[in-house]
Each structure stands twice: as C-alpha cells, then as structure tokens.
C-alpha cells in the first residue's frame, strides 16, 4: 500500500496562517530541504515509503506530530486498521513494538538491574527519573563492562547509556529499522510526544522485527 501524507490539509492551515503567501510544492522543498518529486509522491499517494529525516522536517516545518502527517487513504480517513499490516513495508511501529516497558529508576542497583534483565529474559531495561521520564537505556553489554569493578556498589545511572535514539509509534517500521541500522543500535525507544515528550510508551528491537518477519 502506498503512503499519502495528509499535505494539502497542512499547507491550507500554513497558507490561512500567511496572508498573501503561495505554498507551492517548489517552495516547500526549498523550504524544507526535500525534493519536490518526494513531495508530490507523498501528496498523491504513490510513494512507497517515507524516512524518517523527511517526516521529522515536515513535522518540524508545519509544527505538527506525525498524527497529523501520517498516512491517510485516499478516501480521507486515517488509516489504522489491519489493512495496514498486510505486509512489513505498510507497518508502523506500534503495529510491532513491546508496549510493555520494562524499566528500573536512575539509582536501581545493578545487582537488582542484572535480576530484571535475567528473570525478564531481555537484553536491555529502559531508565527513567522519579517523574518516569526517560534518562537513558541499560543493557548486558553495559553490565558485563563493570564486572571485573566493585559492580554491586553502582547504579543504573553510573553505566547507562543517556542518549538514546527515540522514536514515536506512528512512523513506519522500515524508517525505524533503518536509523537503528545507521546508528548501529539494537533497539530504539518509543516516546509518547506531545505533553509528555520524554516518557517512554514502548521499545522496538531487532528482535521484534525479525520476530514479525517469521509470522
């Protein structure tokens, strides 16, 4: 199925926000730094996929999320039912990822972050503050770093990893698995946005992707 952003929409609301100025599709890509053919596939419908580095300077440019942008049929509505999931190219990340996430505070023991990561049989806790934000991510890697050190005197925090690339559910499966290939991680995190920019509302891996592949 092919994607169609919800642009024309977008540009009205710009245009009634700017007397007297044009949105053209010439303009928008000077604009915004994405090719004018990209543009008008993705406003007719015929492209077949989005990245994530165009999404996030449209959704930057209109001062929008991705629910406003995200793929719309060409008959208006939104498009958020099984027809979606008919193949890994026309899913979305919340079609895939882990809506539970497993997660410890910034000063969790190591010792109690080893027993999650072995009783939960993942390979990475989420970390989060007192307000339950995202701070940063922990893994085995992270644990078996520190386990020739006095390991059972740190925290989560002393070998966390705090930046982390996060992402939000309404983007397509195959942008994300290819800025986890760019980056070289294994897992991105899911981000609620809007109110709460920073709380995390799931996780997508490899593991959950190659998971989908074998259905």
């Given amino acids: 199925m092919s994607i169609t952003l919800n642009l024309n929409v977008l540009i009205a609301q710009w245009e009634q926000a ?3 100025q044009k949105l053209t599709l010439r ?3 000077g604009l915004v730094g994405v090719n004018k053919n990209t ?7 015929t492209a077949e996929r989005i990245d994530l580095t165009t999404l996030d300077t449209l959704c930057r440019f209109f001062d929008c999320t991705p629910n406003d ?7 208006g509505r939104g498009i958020t039912g099984p027809e979606r999931r008919d193949t890994m190219k026309d899913k979305l990340v919340r079609d895939v990822m882990h809506r539970k996430v497993i997660s410890c505070r910034v000063d969790t023991p190591l010792k109690e972050a080893a027993v ?12 989060v503050d007192e307000s339950g934000d995202l701070c940063g991510v922990v893994s085995q890697s992270d644990l078996v770093k520190v386990c ?3 390991w059972e005197g740190l925290a989560a925090e002393d070998v966390m990893t705090p930046d982390v690339v996060t992402i939000v559910a ?12 760019d ?3 294994h897992r991105v995190v899911i981000i609620q946005g809007g109110l709460a920019p920073r709380r995390p509302v799931g996780v997508l891996s490899m593991t959950d992707v190659v998971r989908e592949m074998a259905v």
């Fill in 18 to 20: 700017h007397p007297g």
């Fill in 39 to 45: 543009l008008g596939r993705l406003r007719s419908g």
């Fill in 170 to 181: 309404d983007i397509p499966v195959l942008a994300a698995v290819e800025l986890m290939l």
């Fill in 183 to 185: 980056n070289q991680i």
């Fill in 116 to 127: 999650m990561l072995d009783s939960e049989k993942i390979n990475a806790l989420v970390v």
């Fill in 27 to 29: 303009r928008l890509s």
């Fill in 69 to 75: 942008l995200l793929p719309y049929s060409k008959e």
């Fill in 148 to 150: 020739e050190q006095d």
